[in-house]
């Protein structure tokens, strides 16, 4: 079966940098595109771009292109999403969905918390 | 704000119908296809429907969905306790170059 499990929870000072791991099993990794999406507390969802593992293209959100960096190791099936310059703003659950190239499907890890506090 | 505008909230009573909708633009619903994900708090979002109407394996026959134009929207019946949730649409948008997300509706069973 399809999963991916995505690495624990973290807690950042403001200005520091998180990455975030995502690994991908059941399902042939480079067949599907990875998105990023994140949920800061009691907001709507957020796309925030995603990782074409078989070429390693990635498609940013504009909101997003000069912070995050998404990368992929397709000997471990990992899909990994870096943001740096860490703000307040960027406490959020970060997930990681396979999907086309056009929208997530049903396949979601279970989330990541990212925390930013001083 | 969102690209994509939903209703904050819907309600209902068990066994009754109910309408989400969806409202977006030419660049996105207009000329792209919906799906919907249903999102229980504290886990992840779960795709509901996609390509407009289809449901994937598991997602029984009370989840529809349909599309006009820029808009879309997805309907429930026979309501149930377990359908209180949380519900986005999202479509691919053009002009972005990327998929976007309506604010979501918090459906209450009453």
Redesign the interface.
């Known amino acids: 079966q399809v999963q991916l499990v995505q690495s624990g929870a973290e807690v950042k000072k403001p200005g520091a940098s998180v990455k975030v791991s995502c690994k991908a099993s059941g399902y042939t990794f480079t067949h599907y595109y990875m998105?990023w999406?994140r949920q800061a507390p009691g907001q709507?969802?957020?796309?925030m771009?995603w990782i074409n593992p078989s070429s390693g293209g990635t498609?940013y959100?504009?909101k997003f292109q000069d912070r995050v960096t998404m990368t992929r190791d397709t000997s471990i099936t990992t899909a990994y999403m870096e943001v740096s310059r860490l703000t307040s703003d960027d406490t959020a659950v970060y997930?990681c969905?396979r999907g086309t190239i056009?929208?997530?499907?049903?396949h979601?890890?279970?989330?990541t918390l990212v925390t930013v506090s001083s | 704000q969102s690209v994509l505008t939903q209703p904050p909230s819907a309600s209902g009573t068990p066994g009754q119908r109910v309408t989400i909708s969806c409202s977006g633009s030419n660049s996105n619903i207009g000329s792209e296809t919906v799906n919907w994900y249903k999102n229980l708090p504290g886990t992840a979002p779960k795709l509901l429907l996609y390509n407009n109407d289809q449901r994937p394996s598991g997602v029984p026959d009370r989840f529809s969905g349909s599309k006009s134009g820029t808009s879309a929207s997805l309907a429930i019946s026979g309501l149930q306790s377990e359908d209180e949730a949380d519900y986005y649409c999202a479509a691919w948008d053009a002009s972005l170059n990327g998929p976007v997300f309506g604010g979501g509706t918090k459906l209450t069973v009453l």
Not at chain 1, 44 to 47: A, H, R, S
Not at chain 1, 108 to 111: A, K, L, P, R, V
């Open positions: 998105h999406v709507g969802l957020e796309w771009g498609n959100a504009q997930y969905a056009g929208l997530p499907d049903n979601w890890g279970q989330g």
